[in-house]
């Protein structure tokens, strides 16, 4: 092998290793808004087709609530786990029981603009009898346990079950702090452009050579 093609497949090989070692420490920057409505709501429950529903009678009922998120985060590294929404319950008078269906929408906007979507089973009873405290329980499980969107992977936590909380009186106040239903997000891996190009230029430049060569060879042998 000559110098110069010595030469080439050295560089070629270096830009190589720099198109891998850019695509490998990019960090992706994921950014998505999440939804939730309720839907297919027992007997007393109504709310439906909004992202709280009510189960019971005027005086007596639970409420469950669920705010969605806004969140840009970097993957990787991904600090633990990020957040999809919060849940937040509420008591008036005795309380009440209730089931229903929560879907829960990711809206991804990048790296590539799209939604999917998990469906949460809800059961709730909560309680208030004579002095208090409130009692009860509530859970929702979520399904499937993740969800892509483009190279992005959605996985939820705990197999995607989420307890609710008590509520804090029977006055209707809803729960403060709430109940988060948390995910990791895993991008895959994909070539960046600048990694693209770096590689395809270190081609380019090896092509050259090539070309070079032959016709240096050509001139040579004319002589």
Do not use: C, H, W
């Not at 005086?59 to 609530?65: R, V, Y």
């Not at 190009?197 to 004319?222: H, M, T, V, Y």
Request: no cysteine; net charge neutral; glycine share 14%.
């Amino acid at each position: 092998m000559s110098n110069l093609f010595k030469m080439s497949f050295m560089a070629l090989l270096i830009t190589g290793v720099m198109a891998l070692t850019a695509s490998a420490t990019k960090a992706d920057t994921v950014t998505f808004t999440t939804t939730g409505v309720f839907s297919g709501l027992s007997v007393n429950g109504s709310g439906a087709g909004t992202s709280t529903a009510t189960f019971g009678t005027a005086t007596n009922n639970i409420s469950i609530k669920f705010t969605g998120s806004n969140q840009s985060i970097l993957v990787p590294p991904q600090n633990g786990t990020v957040n999809l929404g919060v849940f937040n319950t509420a008591l008036n008078g005795e309380g009440a029981d209730g089931s229903g269906i929560l879907t829960l929408t990711i809206n991804q906007t990048s790296p590539t603009p799209g939604s999917n979507s998990f469906t949460g089973t809800l059961s709730a009873s909560f309680v208030f009898s004579g002095a208090g405290p409130a009692g009860g329980s509530g859970i929702v499980v979520f399904t499937p346990a993740s969800v892509t969107i483009g190279a992005v992977t959605y996985t939820l936590s705990k197999n995607g079950t989420v307890a609710l909380s008590v509520p804090p009186d029977d006055k209707g106040t809803f729960s403060e702090l709430g109940n988060s239903v948390e995910a990791t997000v895993q991008v895959s891996s994909v070539p960046e452009p600048t990694s693209m190009l770096l590689l395809g230029s270190g081609l380019i430049g090896l092509a050259g050579a090539a070309r070079r060569k032959f016709r240096s060879n050509n001139q040579i042998d004319k002589i």
